[in-house]
Nanobody
Framework: VQLQASGGGLVQAWGSLRLSCAAS????????TGWFRQAPGKERELVSA????????YYADSVKGRFTISRDNTKNAVVLQMNSLKPEDTAVYYC?????????????????WGQGTQVTVSS
């Protein structure tokens, strides 16, 4: 499955952005999907993930209550709605897919990656 992330941009603190991950390939339904981010000088971290069916989700503590992940398998898309953004959310955001034999929080299992989209939050 091939992935393409979009929706990044520049926003003021407490603003919102909506990231989209579009997948190509008929088998997207059978892949967990995660959003990762990497800020300058920091390691890539898993921000949020959703199981192939949408029944299970994960959020990093730093984004709980502010970010919401969802998917529409009929449209081969996963969306990360980001509200109440903070300057520390500034990073390049990537979507990635993992086969369903993995747990959604198993970062090693994410083998298919889209290109990143820059999110910049100004204070």
């Amino acid at each position: 499955v091939q992935l393409q992330a979009s929706g990044g941009g520049l926003v003021q603190a407490w603003g919102s952005l909506r990231l989209s991950c579009a997948a190509s390939g008929r088998t997207f339904t059978w892949w967990h999907t995660g959003w990762f981010r990497q800020a300058p000088g920091k390691e890539r971290e898993l921000v949020s993930a959703i199981s192939w069916s949408g029944s299970s989700t994960y959020y990093a503590d730093s984004v709980k209550g502010r970010f919401t992940i969802s998917r529409d398998n009929t449209k081969n898309a996963v969306v990360l709605q980001m509200n109440s953004l903070k300057p520390e959310d500034t990073a390049v955001y990537y979507c990635a897919a993992a086969k369903t034999t993995n747990q959604i929080t198993d970062v090693v299992g994410y083998t298919n990656w889209g290109q990143g989209t820059q999110v910049t939050v100004s204070s």
